[in-house]
């Protein structure tokens, strides 16, 4: 098991809704990196916080946003959910720069 | 650019035999190679990982062998267990633009038979 947890595990919106995800990252790690996996697909990088400033995301638009706290917390915020947001939202922390990545067990989201 | 490309989807291998999966990428600005195993429920777990500037890297029954001129690497799990019936991802670093992320391929499912 790894220090990294996230809340809830499970969640069920409805299209057009709002989502906050939250993770706390492992103890001693400053950078917290997002993910999506679909249902049989590989995870997608999202985005990436360090210093609480984002400072690289994937392919997402910008309804997808974050939050990076003083104590290496995080958010994952998803405004105007679509059905395609369905899926297993992975956060990771790490030390910057460092090359393992600790992976939380995910936050399952549902949009119907 | 960023693909990885990763085969087989799925995997079946008798306990005692070897797993081979292999992984393509296309970016030479990847640095860092790892591969995750992923239970059911759970997130991925690093399992083992290597630098293009090694060509292989061997840990317990876990070895990755790695093709920088041909931009391939593979994971060998030797000796397989009903226990390392999961789903394994390649995965290659980006350091770029003031971030590090992974790519990663679509996974392969791996059933170990007794």
């Known amino acids: 098991e790894t220090g990294v947890t996230q809340s809830p595990t499970h969640l069920i919106k409805t299209r057009g809704q709002q989502v906050t995800l939250r993770c706390s990252s492992q103890?001693?790690?400053?950078?917290v990196s997002w993910y999506q996996q679909a249902l049989g697909q590989g995870p997608q990088f999202i985005f990436q916080?360090?210093?609480?400033?984002?400072?690289g995301r994937g392919n997402f638009p910008p309804r997808f946003s974050g939050l990076q706290f003083p104590n290496y917390s995080s958010e994952l915020n998803v405004n105007a959910l679509e059905l395609d947001d369905s899926a297993l939202y992975l956060c990771?922390?790490?030390?910057?720069?460092?090359?393992?990545?600790?992976f939380g067990s995910g936050t399952q989201l549902s949009v119907l | 650019q960023q693909q990885v490309k990763q085969s087989p989807q799925s995997l079946i291998v008798q306990k005692g035999g070897i797993s081979i999966i292999n992984c393509a990428y296309e970016n030479t600005a990847f640095d860092y190679f790892p591969w995750y195993q992923q239970f059911p429920g759970k997130g991925p777990a690093l399992l083992i990982a290597i630098r293009p500037d090694v060509s292989e890297k061997k840990e317990g029954r876990f070895t990755i062998s790695f093709n920088k001129s041909a931009k391939q690497f593979s994971l060998h799990i030797m000796d397989s267990q009903p226990g390392d019936s999961a789903t394994y991802f390649c995965?290659?670093?980006?350091?770029?633009?003031?971030?590090?992320?992974?790519?990663f391929g679509k996974g392969t499912k791996l059933s170990v038979i007794p």
């Open positions: 990771a922390s790490s030390s910057w720069g460092g090359e393992k990545l600790f």
């Open positions: 916080y360090y210093r609480e400033e984002e400072n």
């Open positions: 103890s001693g790690h400053n950078t």
């Open positions: 995965a290659a670093r980006y350091s770029g633009a003031g971030s590090y992320q992974l790519t």
